[in-house]
């Protein structure tokens, strides 16, 4: 699973000037209700409903909050850089200002947990965070955030 096959250059976000979780999650729904066709409320419903189960706030200043949603046929991403860091009640009570969205249709079992994963270990690297956390030009941060990470490198 690649993250060209998540995320589109149209859902990535440079700037994303919000104050705080709920604000962040109504933002990001409304801008993947657009690349989805699913309506902003149902997005952001599904997201609040899994950050009741526990904040999608990995540490590290990084959030990855993600839902299933039936109307969708395949998994979307955005990724956001937030101007100013929000709580996000993460893991490590840092502010997040690194956040990855995920939606998958609700059949999507195994997809979404590889996509989960692939994302989690992306976002892992100190050095690609880095990069995300020095770029702020959407099609510098798509680039980033699609390029092949070396592994095993010697």
Known sequence: MELEDLVSPEGVVAHLKVTSKKQTLQDLAARAAELTGVSERT???????????????????IAIPHGKLAQL????????????????????????????LLLAPEGAGADHLKAL?????????????????????PAALFAILTEPVATNAA
């Open 73 to 100: 046929t395949r998994l979307y991403g955005l990724f956001a850089r937030l101007d100013t860091p929000v709580d996000f009640e993460s893991v490590d009570d840092q502010p997040v200002d690194l956040v990855f």
């Open 43 to 61: 997005i952001y419903e599904t997201l609040l409903e899994r950050e009741r189960l526990g904040s999608t706030g990995v540490g590290q200043g």
């Open 117 to 137: 994963a692939r994302i989690s270990r992306l976002l892992r690297n100190q050095s690609v965070v880095e990069k995300l956390r020095a770029s702020d030009d």
